[in-house]
């Protein structure tokens, strides 16, 4: 079925450097990609989307690139922060807009 | 403060018993969801509610139940036909149908022993 997947479960990162975390995703038909943030005990929360439409989009101090050829979506994280440190999950969001798939999740570490 | 609310935060019932988990929202949201999280492993919907008095199921309804009476609140109920009840479940809600961006409560660890 469609489904929406990570690479890597692990991510170790020194303070101070960059993050990328990846996402490989199988509906094309979704309009919406998205990234959310889960601290440890806590529930997810957004980070940023970006439109199927979209190649990138920045915020602050994130990034997300979306490249359809390959259907791979990547959270760029600038100046890793020790705040960092959660678990980063990848979304899409269907034609209907009314339903979030998740993806399984990568854990980022951020070594001090 | 606006926000969406969970509990209780740590739930243990027996086996075989149905047991309902409380959702609780004050931001004025018309949809809400219930996610259930197993360790290292990501998000999988169960229900969703677009509006009140209306719901749909999700991937993994299957030994779940849920109401939409009011807007804020959107109770799920494990049931005793669910396989593997253990697990994180996470409820959120959002503006409405089309919003990315959902809130989501700190969630209910429940056991089932």
């Known amino acids: 079925g469609e489904s929406v997947g990570l690479h890597l479960p692990t991510l170790s990162v020194q303070e101070g450097d960059n993050s990328i975390i990846n996402c490989a995703y199988s509906n094309s038909a979704s309009d919406y990609f998205i990234w959310y943030k889960q601290e440890s005990g806590k529930g997810p929360q957004f980070i940023i989307d970006i439109r199927s439409n979209m190649d990138k989009r920045q915020g602050q101090r994130v990034t997300v690139l979306l490249n359809k050829t390959v259907k791979h979506l990547s959270l760029q994280i600038a100046a890793t922060q020790p705040g960092d440190s959660a678990v980063y999950f990848c979304?899409?969001?269907?034609?209907?807009?009314?339903?979030?798939?998740f993806g399984g999740g990568t854990r980022l570490m951020v070594k001090p | 403060d606006g926000g969406i609310t969970q509990s209780p935060k740590y739930l243990f019932r027996k086996e075989g018993q149905n047991v309902t988990l409380s959702c609780e929202q004050n931001l004025n949201h018309d949809a809400m969801y219930w996610y259930r999280q197993d360790p290292g492993q990501g998000l999988r919907l169960i229900y969703y509610s677009q509006i009140v008095n209306d719901f749909q199921k999700g991937d993994i309804a299957e030994g779940y139940s849920v109401s939409r009476e009011k807007k804020e609140s959107f109770p799920l109920t494990v049931t005793s036909a669910q396989k593997n009840p253990t697990a994180f479940y996470l409820c959120a809600s959002s503006i409405g149908q089309g919003s990315t961006e959902a809130f989501f409560g700190q969630g209910t660890r429940l056991t089932v022993v």
């Open positions: 979304a899409e969001r269907n034609n209907a807009g009314n339903m979030l798939t």
